[in-house]
């Protein structure tokens, strides 16, 4: 028992020194290289501190070897910037001056639902309160955001990239009929419509794929 605590003990001191020694950024948010590092550099404390049977001199190599290895790296980034960009990404511009980029959105991975999120985390709740959204390198939000603030209710996703939500237009009282004849006020069909919302207020922002946003005031049962 007494020798297990040793061992946890001189790893958790070898680990303390070596993510000190990384930099501030594998506390805070990590970029994709110094994530998968971390994990690697957490399995591999992991084995000498259970298993006793493994020279915990081996535990203590392994670790200096990765924190060698991000090093290497971080100076590769540093003299090379298209190194920077493959191994780290580049920040997305998501949010433009036209409304939502798709091809970013689908790129990261992301749908409607997950921009929106990020905005309402970052206190944006409206996708026209900015007029730039970017998801940078790291995975955080970042925004150019309008001096006046849009709208005071919350809205709801009507329409995420073609895909109707059926309960959200229940709930503001748009039936099948009325969501065509919107449509067809906007020349669009269904699958072309990239993002449609409406808050408590109905104002809805609508954007038609490789068009420009709207802003369309509609009836809504209610306020949320």
Request: net charge neutral; aromatic share 10%; with cysteine.
């Amino acid at each position: 028992m007494a020798l297990i605590f040793i061992r946890t003990a001189i790893i958790f001191v070898t680990l303390l020194f070596v993510m000190r020694l990384m930099g501030k950024s594998q506390i805070g948010e990590m970029q994709p290289f110094e994530f998968v590092i971390s994990l690697v550099i957490a399995e591999l404390a992991c084995i000498p501190m259970a298993d006793t049977s493994i020279p915990i001199l081996y535990g203590i190599i392994a670790i200096i070897t990765i924190f060698i290895l991000h090093q290497i790296v971080w100076l590769f980034q540093l003299w090379f910037k298209p190194v920077k960009n493959v191994i780290s990404g580049k920040p997305s511009v998501v949010i433009n001056k036209n409304g939502i980029d798709e091809f970013q959105l689908k790129k990261n991975n992301l749908d409607v639902s997950d921009l929106i999120e990020s905005m309402r985390v970052a206190g944006y709740f409206n996708l026209d309160d900015v007029y730039y959204g970017l998801f940078e390198a790291n995975g955080s939000f970042s925004a150019l955001p309008k001096e006046e603030v849009t709208s005071t209710s919350l809205p709801m996703i009507l329409i995420d990239r073609g895909t109707p939500d059926k309960k959200n237009l229940t709930r503001c009282g748009f039936d099948d009929e009325r969501l065509n004849k919107l449509l067809k006020e906007q020349n669009a069909k269904l699958k072309e419509v990239v993002v449609m919302t409406v808050n408590g207020e109905g104002r809805v922002y609508f954007q038609k794929r490789g068009e420009k946003y709207k802003i369309l005031q509609v009836e809504v049962n209610g306020e949320w």
